[in-house]
């Protein structure tokens, strides 16, 4: 099964897209974001380690996100094939990258390129709201929920993630273009990067990415 890794700015749908992929082709979605935050809420020694780099939109150590994914990659259910969303975000998480696949005898064999107008990101971050029952994403710009404020299904309080805020928003985005924008030439290099129009609605976006990647 190939490997892919989704590039992106905050906001640009590699969460979303992801999951979609990996419900539709079986690949093991490792969200580098989504580990992180599970340690916040378990409140774990680590949790409160990275807290406030998190809910400031800034970037965790490379040294710690590379230990975390070094862990996932060695599992077997890998064989399936592997997304990898929000890591790496820095050039030298893609070295180390690099050097872990080739010690684990794998290969990356796409890295989709997301891109989305700035505008349109601070948007879906800024009005993204979450169900805390049922997951639920809506966004009070584009898919607010009937009641304000309140889910569809459970008819409970919706949440915000902490860093959804404007200004962690804006925080996020600068260290995007700072930190994690090199990326893209980085794999340009290695012949492995596809730009993959994200700015559409969910169904049209991934029938463009099914598209440039030739699934
Ligand atoms: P995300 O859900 O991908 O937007 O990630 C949320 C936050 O988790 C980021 O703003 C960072 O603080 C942290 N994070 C996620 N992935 C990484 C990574 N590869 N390197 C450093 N920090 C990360």
Not at 55 to 63: A, F, P, Q
Not at 137 to 159: E, G, H
Request: hydrophobic fraction near 40%; include cysteine; proline fraction near 6%.
């Amino acid at each position: 099964m190939p490997n892919y890794v989704f590039l992106g700015p905050p906001g640009a749908g590699k969460g979303t897209m992801g999951a979609i992929l990996c419900e539709t082709y079986g690949n093991i979605h490792i969200s580098t974001g989504d580990i992180l935050r599970a340690e916040l809420s378990a409140n774990s020694p680590l949790g409160s380690q990275i807290k406030q780099c998190m809910e400031g939109g800034g970037l965790v150590s490379d040294e710690l996100v590379a230990a975390l994914v070094r862990k996932r990659l060695g599992q077997p259910d890998i064989a399936a094939g592997f997304l990898l969303d929000g890591f790496p975000r820095t050039v030298p998480q893609a070295a180390t990258l690099d050097t872990l696949l080739a010690e684990l005898g794998l290969k990356l064999d796409r890295v989709a390129l997301i891109e989305v107008d700035e505008e349109l990101l601070v948007k879906r971050l800024v009005g993204r709201r979450l169900c805390p029952t049922c997951g639920a994403i809506y966004n009070i710009f584009f898919s607010p929920p009937a009641a304000t404020d309140r889910c569809d299904t459970c008819d409970v309080a919706l949440t915000a993630r902490k860093d959804d805020n404007p200004e962690t928003v804006r925080n996020r985005l600068a260290v995007y273009w700072e930190q994690t924008a090199p990326l893209i030439g980085y794999y340009e290099a290695k012949g492995l990067l596809a730009r993959v129009d994200g700015s559409g609605e969910k169904a049209a976006n991934f029938a463009a990415l099914q598209a440039t990647l030739g699934l």
